[in-house]
T-cell receptor, first 117, second 118 residues
Framework: AQSVTQPDIHITVSEGASLELRCNYSYGATPYLFWYVQSPGQGLQLLLKYFSGDTLVQGIKGFEAEFKRSQSSFNLRKPSVHWSDAAEYFCAVGAHILTGGGNKLTFGTGTQLKVEL | GAGVSQTPSNKVTEKGKYVELRCDPISGHTALYWYRQSLGQGPEFLIYFQGTGAADDSGLPNDRFFAVRPEGSVSTLKIQRTERGYSAVYLC????????????????FGNGTRLTVT
């Protein structure tokens, strides 16, 4: 069965500082990997995704993530954090559902990001 | 265009009551998913529809939970004899058809329905 571990429950960074959120996954085949962000009272917004190809993927809002198969990791990074980035971040691994081609995601427990001004 | 719409945004009900949660997916999205997010947790998969049929309902916790999508668009999650432990945010997501084998269409989530069972 697939699983995702986000070892940091809370992270605090100063505005303008760099950010790295950790994500480790367990999956028996080539993983489909995602990062989502959730602001209070809002749904999940997709930041970026990895399916195949280049292991460094660019997303929205200046975020990027690097897939490292040898470490089973897909860490999210941003070179300079803005106060508006404060939110909860979820890493997810997707299994391709055979019937109908759907996409069952398994999420980590999330990392709450706080940005100090 | 419009995103995934979920109603109501909040629902408070008493233990033992029946509730219905509605999801209106993005137009043209054939796949629809229900997830449940408990406090302090990531979303957990409940059920997946491709068109009108439930292709995977392995995440439904018990037979009190049921979902339908009769016309392949709007879906309703139905919960009978609610328990306090069912309090959570219920998220709906939709995705477009996979354009090719091996491609994994991203899920687009609604803002969720916060269910509180008292």
């Amino acid at each position: 069965a697939q699983s995702v571990t986000q070892p940091d429950i809370h992270i605090t960074v100063s505005e303008g500082a760099s950010l790295e959120l950790r994500c480790n996954y367990s999956y028996g085949a080539t993983p489909y990997l995602f990062w989502y962000v959730q602001s209070p009272g809002q749904g999940l917004q997709l930041l970026l995704k990895y399916f195949s190809g280049d292991t460094l993927v660019q997303g929205i809002k200046g975020f990027e993530a690097e897939f490292k198969r040898s470490q089973s990791s897909f860490n999210l990074r941003k070179p300079s954090v803005h106060w508006s980035d404060a939110a909860e971040y979820f890493c997810a691994v997707g299994a391709h559902i055979l019937t109908g081609g759907g996409n069952k995601l398994t999420f980590g427990t999330g990392t709450q990001l706080k940005v100090e001004l | 265009g419009a995103g995934v719409s979920q109603t109501p945004s909040n629902k408070v009900t008493e233990k033992g009551k029946y509730v219905e949660l509605r999801c209106d997916p993005i137009s043209g999205h054939t796949a629809l998913y229900w997830y449940r997010q408990s406090l302090g947790q990531g979303p957990e998969f409940l059920i997946y529809f491709q068109g009108t049929g439930a292709a995977d309902d392995s995440g439904l916790p018990n037979d009190r939970f049921f979902a339908v999508r009769p016309e392949g668009s709007v879906s309703t999650l139905k919960i009978q004899r609610t328990e306090r432990g069912y309090s959570a945010v219920y998220l709906c997501a939709s995705s477009s058809p996979c354009p090719r084998q091996g491609y994994n269409s991203p899920l687009h989530f609604g803002n969720g329905t916060r269910l509180t069972v008292t």
